[in-house]
């Protein structure tokens, strides 16, 4: 069994371990900010070009919208160009009046036409007694103490946690 003076010193040496790994990351991130920097200018030069190319695709296509009547569409080089028929999309601005005409109109299609949706609020459930919780079927689990080993640095406990989380799947697989 271990004592205090022992707890201390496995902290500490978890503690240095983080550390490390936060300094390997940092460069990681430093050396990776370099690239984009580096290939910054050549990415917009070439955004700015495939817009232009875009463009002048588009403006040939809709000069020409008899060369695509029958195929709509065709491929040259992987890219479909030509003309497709658009979705649409709807949208309201009053989702009460629009339920409440659904009513009016087609009543006998309301409940297809409309959704309500009704679900347990856990946070309000939360401030509820465990005798209360129990009569609504509600479980409460994972109570009591468990093992607690979080720092508090802050700035790369997620990126530090998400690739301890991914070394323990790879252990596992």
């Known amino acids: 069994m271990a004592d205090l003076f022992e707890i201390e010193k496995l902290t500490k ?6 550390v490390s790994l ?5 460069l990681l991130e430093a050396r990776v900010r370099g690239i984009k920097n ?8 070439a955004l700015a070009k495939t ?6 695709l588009k403006a040939a ?6 060369l695509f009547s029958r195929p709509k569409t065709q491929v040259f080089h992987g890219v479909k160009v ?6 649409g999309v709807i949208s309201w601005s009053d989702a009460d009046t629009v339920v409440r ?11 297809t036409l409309t959704r309500t949706v009704v679900t ?7 401030e509820l007694s465990a005798q209360d919780l129990k009569k609504l079927g509600v479980v409460v689990e994972e109570t009591g103490d468990a093992v607690v080993i979080k720092p508090v640095d802050g700035d790369v406990e997620k990126v530090v946690n998400a690739l301890l989380k991914d070394a323990s799947g790879m252990e596992a697989a």
């Open 101 to 111: 005409l659904i009513l009016k109109h087609f009543s006998a299609m309301a409940e």
């Open 13 to 18: 040496n978890y503690s240095d371990a983080r």
């Open 51 to 56: 817009k232009e190319a875009e463009a002048k």
């Open 120 to 126: 347990p609020n856990k946070q309000a459930l939360a």
């Open 82 to 87: 030509g003309y497709q028929k658009l979705k």
């Open 38 to 45: 580096a290939q910054l200018p050549h990415i917009k030069t």
């Open 61 to 66: 296509i809709e000069e020409s919208p008899e």
């Open 22 to 26: 936060a300094s390997q990351l940092n």
